[in-house]
């Protein structure tokens, strides 16, 4: 960052660094990004730097990338485009902790909006106009408290009176957008914070109004907190994932829209199924991956599982077929932060390890569990019973499957043979 901050000033242009840099140096952390602000024009930036690869996805910044690391080098900020000092473009950035500036020349700070103090104090605080500041972007609302969890500071009270006002305002902000800072604020530690944050302010019902829907909902005798706290303690439980944390904050997010009460007692049918479809439309919305998508709906459709311990070893391996092996790590870990949410203690646990034991032994004998494990393939199946390619052909394989699930030392390839022989008559 020095390298380029000093090119542009034997340019004879002005160059200081900015940002998170100066803030996580003055906290005595790593620094994580370097960004330069400078009075050059983004074309002009790209003329001065051809060695380097470049790209810009922001208005107003380049990117420019020097041994595999990323340096942002923007032109200055101003009321209704660029700017001409780093004073006018520090006055137009977020927070005050942000609105730093390291002056290379001089050796020294700039801080004209008390950052510094700011973080002595330990709060987020919107550099001056806090209305203006979220007007520009809606979306340094929820950057204000994705900031406070990071840092662990408070919202400064007018900055957050400021987001409970304009709050629709986030409305207009791509979805996408929306999305990225959503999963920073879940792979925080205790995400419920900052999703607490989110609904004290207004923004949860903006852009989650589906998780406000279980405030204050009681559930029954088998859960301590409610359908909202309850999901709270999930996701804060579970490990710092994004797949899990997704299915954790939606594993019962359709438990309002089904609850019903029979013989003075909530009961919940069909819940998980309702939430893995309703989870999809959520994330469909906030234009998650198609990829994201299957795999938080699978662990919700499929986290409400037996795990008695009276289950016969084929019953084991029938649940490691229904879910698949790839899967059973994320649906234990799933299932654990449910139980432990539930606030009654740990007494599950012993009874859910016992199981993911038991599951450990039947992968580790190399039963089979899909098709592909099977001792014969679609070709044998066709050439033994004179079948054409198609849907046929699954199905028996299928039957094979079930067969040799219930009775594994079956999956040999002349037993199977026979078995299909035996289909024909031969």
């Not at 790209?55 to 595999?68: A, I, P």
Request: one cysteine or more.
């Amino acid at each position: 960052v020095l390298d380029i901050s000093g090119k542009l000033l034997k340019s004879g242009y002005q160059a200081f660094i900015v940002g998170g840099a100066i803030r996580d140096s003055l906290r005595g952390c790593q620094a994580k990004d370097w960004d330069v602000a400078t009075d050059v024009k983004p074309d002009r930036i790209r003329d001065l730097f051809p060695e380097m690869t470049s790209f810009n996805l922001k208005h107003g910044t380049v990117t420019l990338v020097s041994k595999r690391r990323n340096f942002e080098v923007t032109t200055f900020r101003g009321g209704g485009g660029f700017g001409e000092s780093i004073e006018e473009d520090l006055a137009h950035r977020d927070f005050t902790v942000n609105a730093m500036a390291y002056d290379i020349t001089n050796k020294k700070i700039i801080d004209p909006f008390g950052g510094e103090m700011d973080m002595t104090k330990k709060v987020v605080r919107a550099v001056l106009n806090p209305s203006e500041r979220f007007q520009e972007d809606p979306l340094r609302m929820m950057r204000a408290i994705r900031l406070s969890l990071e840092l662990g500071y408070a919202i400064e009270p007018e900055t957050l009176t400021a987001i409970k006002a304009m709050a629709e305002a986030i409305d207009i902000v791509a979805r996408e957008r929306i999305r990225d800072e959503l999963l920073k604020i879940l792979l925080f530690k205790k995400p419920s914070t900052g999703l607490n944050l989110m609904r004290k302010s207004g923004l949860l019902k903006r852009i989650l109004p589906e998780l406000v829907e279980g405030y204050r909902k009681r559930q029954n005798n088998y859960h301590k907190y409610t359908i909202y706290r309850h999901t709270m303690e999930t996701v804060d439980s579970i490990d710092r994932d994004p797949i899990l944390r997704l299915s954790a904050l939606f594993h019962d997010i359709a438990k309002p829209r089904v609850r019903e009460k029979i013989s003075s007692r909530w009961r919940f049918f069909g819940h998980a199924a309702a939430s893995a479809e309703l989870t999809r439309e959520i994330m469909m919305r906030l234009k998650f991956s198609n990829d994201r998508i299957t795999r938080v709906t699978y662990l919700i459709t499929h986290h409400m599982f037996e795990y008695k311990q009276e289950l016969s070893d084929r019953a084991v391996r029938r649940f490691i077929k229904r879910v698949g092996a790839d899967n059973v790590d994320d649906l234990i870990a799933l299932r654990k932060a449910d139980n432990l949410a539930h606030g009654w203690g740990r007494d599950f646990e012993k009874d859910i390890e016992k199981f993911k034991n038991r599951i450990d032994s039947q992968i580790k004998k190399s039963h089979p569990f899909t098709i592909s494990d099977l001792a014969v393939n679609g070709h044998d199946v066709m050439k033994i019973l004179g079948l054409a390619p198609g849907p046929k052909v699954g199905q028996i394989l299928n039957q094979l499957l079930e067969m040799v699930i219930e009775t594994p030392e079956c999956n040999q390839r002349d037993r199977l043979v026979k078995i299909l022989k035996d289909m024909t008559g031969q």
